[in-house]
């Protein structure tokens, strides 16, 4: 397990583990969901990342070290 902000770009992850914040679970983040890295910007930047393959949303480098992810088969 990684958090997601040290996650590869271009890779499938799943969540495992989020923190209690109401906006991510507005955006459908939650144990279970699966995302994609679409980039990581640098110097601390933020993480761009599609959720179940519906929309993209970029977050914070504070926040993605907060949110566990295991690598999954597939985009």
Same mark, same amino acid.
């Given at each position: 397990m990684i958090n997601l902000y040290e996650a590869k770009k271009s890779k499938a992850f799943q969540v495992v583990s989020v923190p209690a914040v109401g906006l991510l679970e507005n955006l459908g983040l939650r144990t279970g969901t699966r995302v994609f890295i679409e980039s990581r910007y640098a110097l601390g930047g933020p993480v761009l990342l599609r959720v179940?393959? %519906?929309? #993209?949303? #970029?977050? &914070?480098?504070?926040? #993605? %070290?907060?949110?566990?992810?295991?690598?999954? #088969? &597939?985009?």
């Open positions: 179940e393959n %519906t929309f #993209a949303v #970029a977050l &914070g480098k504070d926040i #993605a %070290t907060q949110i566990s992810v295991k690598e999954v #088969a &597939g985009r």
